[in-house]
């Protein structure tokens, strides 16, 4: 059985498609779901997509050489990863099983790439995989690890406003999992901060640090810009976040926020794939500027008429849609 044998949707591209060096600009994806244990998974992946299993550690295996390239699939918890052994670590990583999710890491991947990943989801659903929606403690997600067009390019600058604008939107529309919203790891980025970009409209990477550092000190947020700043300016990251230490530099943006509903019939990566495209959408359009003036009026209000209920409301109308 191969990827050519499952369905196979078409990944639309991205506003922008390419980098300055004219390559397709590429998508790195990670998803999260229990169900089905590492080395199952694993077989699945290598089923369809070929390559040679690498049993690196009993909780993280490695297809390498798949069509995709190398593959990573563990327990998605510092307990499971390589090298945290011996008796006892198996045994708490086993009563983990089911409470921390199983995840899979693709490398970079193109769109049609991403839809020949998506090609697989199927079989892994009918294996077992579970998403965040088939149990009360389940917060599992879809990430997405977009590359920037470049790091100061217009494009990155307005993509990072528009997040911050459309991230109620989007948590409203795609009725992100109850679980997921109580766990500290999608936070939604503090008000102060979003009227601080659409006043300022930072036009470089050292103004838009200077406006998160007093907002944001975790990468534990639904768009997550710390990596892009350690890769795009690794000296001003490291005075602002001096004990950060997780942080993997890279020129990429880290969306957070998608529910992983592998287990429903129909689902695809194409709903956290679309709802990144219209975040990009409106950072290419003019639709930028007429949110961050519907923002500003209605940040002028006070007390209920300020509820975020309201914002997507206006949001909606501004962008000529009732859903997303």
């Known amino acids: ?20 060096r004219g390559e397709l600009r590429r998508v ?47 327990l998605d918890t510092s307990l499971g990863k390589k090298n945290s052994g011996g008796v006892a670590g198996v045994q708490v990583k086993e009563l983990l099983r089911g409470l921390v999710p199983v995840e ?5 991947l193109v769109p049609d790439e991403v839809a ?5 989801i199927p079989a892994l659903r009918d294996a077992g995989a579970s998403g965040s929606r088939n149990g009360v403690f389940l917060g599992f997600g879809v990430h997405l690890n977009v590359e920037v067009v470049a790091p100061a390019d217009p494009h990155t600058l307005r993509t990072v406003r528009a997040f911050g604008l459309l991230d109620p939107v989007l948590r409203a529309e795609k009725g992100i999992d ?24 930072p036009d470089s990477l050292e103004l838009l640090i200077d406006l998160i550092d007093p907002h944001v000190r975790t990468r534990n947020h639904a768009l997550d810009l710390l990596p892009l700043l350690k890769h795009a300016r690794p000296r001003l990251f490291e005075a602002s976040y001096p004990d950060e230490r997780s942080t993997k530099a890279r020129p ?7 529910d992983s509903r592998i287990n429903e019939t129909g689902w695809s990566l194409q709903e ?12 290419a359009s003019e639709q930028l500027e007429a949110l961050e003036e519907a923002w500003r009026d209605h940040s002028r209000l006070g007390g209920v008429l300020r509820r975020e209920s309201a914002w997507v409301r206006i949001a909606g109308d501004v962008l000529g849609r009732d859903k997303l």
């Open 252 to 258: 990429a943006l880290h969306f957070r926020l998608p």
């Open 28 to 74: 790195g994806v990670e998803v999260e779901f229990s169900g089905l244990c590492e080395r199952k998974a694993a077989s699945i992946l290598q089923d369809l997509l070929g390559g040679t299993l690498e049993d690196t550690d009993s909780h993280l295996l490695i297809v390498r050489g798949s069509t995709l390239g190398d593959l990573e699939i563990e």
């Open 272 to 283: 956290p794939w679309e709802m990144w495209r219209l975040v990009e959408e409106v950072a």
């Open 1 to 20: 059985m191969t990827w050519q044998d499952t369905e196979a949707y078409h990944f639309a591209p991205l506003p922008v498609e390419t980098n300055p």
């Open 178 to 201: 109850v679980t997921r919203r109580m766990l500290p790891f999608v936070n939604a980025w503090p008000r102060a901060l979003v009227d601080d970009l659409v006043a300022e409209k």
């Open 104 to 108: 899979i890491v693709t490398p970079p």
């Open 116 to 120: 020949r990943f998506d090609a697989v």
